[in-house]
């Protein structure tokens, strides 16, 4: 397999994505281990060798601890009251918005929503700017790599309009197949929405030049960074993507917060998606007027601990080397793809030239889930199943693979126990 080093900078390239900003200490996976708590954890009376982190990712002390503090020091309504806990929390909570906007290069802080994960993000863009503008005969564009998430809110808009769903297809390493991308691009698009890196594959798409290319057609692009933004640097103003969408919970935050990104002047054209408590300027029977953006699209009372805790996880990528972070990354999915060809009977599924963060393989004669409750009982957890990506399975003729996904606290002794307790269900099935 060729070096990931080169193989991420022609990523770079593609993507339009600087992959570090600034001095910081260098990368020292150790100096992070320590920085996870569940790390420590035995399973099955083994140490956990945790190979799961594209379904959630691991949380540093740093985001428990201010998750905590918040509720032990600062709890209160956020945007609303006059007290001082108010006060705080409000600061705490949009602390984070001005976090985020920084993190991924939004440039204004009214771009950025908070919402409760890249689902929430996608079926928001779906039911506001997709129910404002499509029209029968127009044309949602996907590719085939899409995650459940980034098909069905489409889906379920496209019956409600009239519009056509279209899908991109994918060649047999995995790579979105650009040439019938571009022929599938007309006026007639109006939104194309697809994944930075996919879930199923760690297939890295080259999305900048598929943002520039829907754009000359003039279709509004949506891009799912739930995969992206634990690996990459993301910066929204170079992809020039109109939304950005991804979850806390896989960066190292905790579940049920998470952020879309958008265009001002789209979130400012956008009708309101549900309707409730702080998102209204004022309110009577014969006629209720919005909230400004971003905060007419975040009704009721939010997951202020978790925004909280997100806050936290910014902080925690922003202050590592993830220049460092990436190149190690690459370099434990790389020594995982090489030592995987060394138990008979596996195949990888999806061997796309820019990959990052998933190795998905099948094994001749062993279900998927079997794989899993073996590797289990060793303390080793992995994902099996479809990965919500149904569509990916089925181009592959697989009902369903094994996943390792990576983080930045991974290493190569994770990948050592992994092998020798594949070997192990090689010896079991024969
Ligand atoms: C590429 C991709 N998109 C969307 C999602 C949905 O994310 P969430 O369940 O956090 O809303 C996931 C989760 O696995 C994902 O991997």
């Excluded at 900003?21 to 990368?27: H, S, V």
């Excluded at 594209?54 to 740093?62: D, F, I, L, R, Y």
């Amino acid at each position: 397999m060729r070096a990931r080093v080169a193989v991420t900078k022609e990523a770079d390239r593609l993507n339009g994505i600087d992959k570090g900003r600034g001095a910081r200490p260098a990368f020292d996976v150790l100096k992070i281990r320590s920085d996870f708590p569940i790390l420590r954890e035995l399973v099955h009376g083994k140490p956990l060798v945790y190979l799961d982190s594209a379904n959630t990712s691991q949380k540093p002390s740093s985001v428990l601890e201010a998750m905590d503090d918040y509720y032990r020091h600062d709890n209160a309504n956020i945007h609303r009251a006059t007290h001082l806990l108010s006060e705080r929390a409000t600061k705490a909570y949009e602390g984070t918005r001005a976090k985020v906007a920084r993190f991924i290069n939004a440039g204004d802080v009214k771009s950025i929503v908070l919402t409760t994960g890249t689902t929430d993000g996608i079926n928001l863009v779906a039911q506001t700017y997709g129910r404002m503008v499509l029209q029968p005969g127009d044309e949602v564009l996907l590719s085939w790599l899409e995650h459940h998430s980034n098909i069905v809110p489409w889906q379920i808009l496209c019956e409600q309009t009239g519009a056509t769903l279209k899908v991109a297809p994918i060649d047999d390493r995995g790579e979105i197949d650009l040439d019938a991308y571009h022929a599938m691009l007309s006026r007639r698009t109006r939104i194309v929405s697809v994944g930075h890196v996919s879930n199923a594959l760690g297939t890295i798409t080259p999305v900048r030049a598929m943002i520039e290319a829907a754009h000359s057609y003039g279709a509004v692009v949506l891009i799912d960074g739930a995969q992206a933004i634990p690996h990459l640097v993301v910066d929204v103003s170079a992809l020039d993507c109109d939304f950005y969408v991804f979850s806390s919970h896989k960066m190292f935050g905790p579940t049920g917060t998470g952020i879309l990104y958008g265009r001002r002047g789209l979130l400012e054209a956008m009708p309101p998606y549900r309707g409730g408590g702080d998102m209204i300027a004022s309110v009577t029977f014969e006629k209720t007027t919005y909230n400004a953006v971003p905060y007419k699209f975040e009704a009721g009372t939010p997951n202020i601990a978790g925004v909280v805790g997100l806050g936290a996880a910014v902080d925690y990528l922003s202050a590592i080397d993830r220049r460092g972070a990436l190149v190690h990354e690459d370099g434990v999915l790389a020594y995982a793809t090489e030592r995987l060809g060394e138990v008979a009977g596996t195949r990888v599924i999806g061997e796309a030239r820019e990959k990052t963060g998933v190795l998905s393989f099948v094994m001749a004669g062993v279900h998927p889930h079997d794989v899993g409750t073996i590797l289990d009982r060793e303390g080793i957890a992995v994902r099996t199943g479809q990965h919500c990506a149904q569509p990916v399975m089925d181009r592959y003729g697989v009902a369903a693979t094994i996943r390792v996904s990576l983080a930045i606290y991974n290493t190569r002794e994770d990948v050592d126990a992994l092998i020798a307790s594949l070997h192990r269900v090689r010896q079991v099935f024969g």
